[in-house]
């Protein structure tokens, strides 16, 4: 079995606690939290610890901490020469101390507290500095997920900021939508439809060909009678700027 030690408590490191529970190929020794009492009920109390110096020597170490912590949490492992990855999609994997070998363990997705999550259909990224540590992160990668790639550190970038749009930005028009509803005293639940439907639509469309609505028929007269609708003046810059962006994208004929 390939032994791993995970570094951090938060909503990645939960997460992959609990995925590598579900495989066969991979033993969790041990994690590092600062909080003990968040990892308790996903791990035996006896693989838990909250001093790096009682670390246990592992096949690869993940730090799945913030991004702003990567290079100090790195820089505190009391080891050298070993296999040590983090999990953030942009910071470079040069953040990593160089006293062990390093890499990147990018899990592509969204997780949020309490929302179980399936690791098979997840993309992983994967990213080392030696041939050999990548072959073994991509048999950790594969023991969880059907879907592993070797990026290099600016197409993880390039992914990372295209899930900030899709997934981020997406979520606070959402936002704003519920928030529209609310003021005028109707349920957002009658969106959810429309909702899905957008998404499927662009499982089997391109973004450009699923685009509709006004801005994308230049219909100017239902544009500004939408922004003399709104009366918060944040929700109608946004409106006129992802109006102007879709309209830029080319007008439907």
């Excluded at 590598?20 to 994690?31: G, T």
């Excluded at 790195?74 to 040069?94: A, C, D, E, W, Y």
């Excluded at 899990?107 to 990548?134: H, M, Y």
């Amino acid at each position: 079995m390939i032994k791993v030690v995970i570094i951090g408590s938060g909503n990645v490191a939960q997460h992959l606690i609990q995925a590598f529970a579900k495989s066969k190929e991979i033993e969790v020794l041990q994690v590092f939290s600062r909080r003990i009492e968040i990892i308790i009920p996903l791990l035996d109390s006896s693989k838990i610890t909250d001093n790096f110096n009682d670390l246990v020597e592992a096949d690869v170490y993940i730090i799945a901490v913030s991004d702003d912590s990567i290079a100090e949490v790195s820089s505190q492992l009391p080891f050298k020469n070993r296999l040590v990855v983090h999990t953030s999609g942009s910071i470079p994997m040069q953040s990593l101390d160089k006293k062990n070998r390093r890499g990147i363990f990018y899990p592509l997705q969204t997780f949020t507290k309490n929302k179980a999550v399936d690791f098979r259909p997840i993309p992983i990224c994967l990213e080392s500095e030696k041939d050999a540590d990548f072959e073994l992160l991509e048999k950790v990668a594969q023991s969880i997920s059907n879907n592993t790639f070797k990026s290099n550190e600016k197409q993880r970038k390039a992914l990372h900021i295209s899930a900030v749009f899709v997934n981020n930005f997406v979520n606070e028009m959402y936002r704003i939508g519920s928030e529209i509803c609310e003021e005028n005293k109707v349920p957002f639940e009658i969106l959810k439809p429309l909702i899905l439907e957008t998404v499927n639509k662009v499982m089997t469309l391109s973004p450009n060909e699923a685009q509709t609505g006004p801005a994308k028929r230049n219909d100017t007269k239902t544009i500004e009678a939408h922004l003399d609708f709104l009366s918060n003046e944040n929700h109608a810059t946004i409106y006129k700027i992802l109006t102007q962006s879709i309209q830029n994208n080319g007008k439907e004929l």
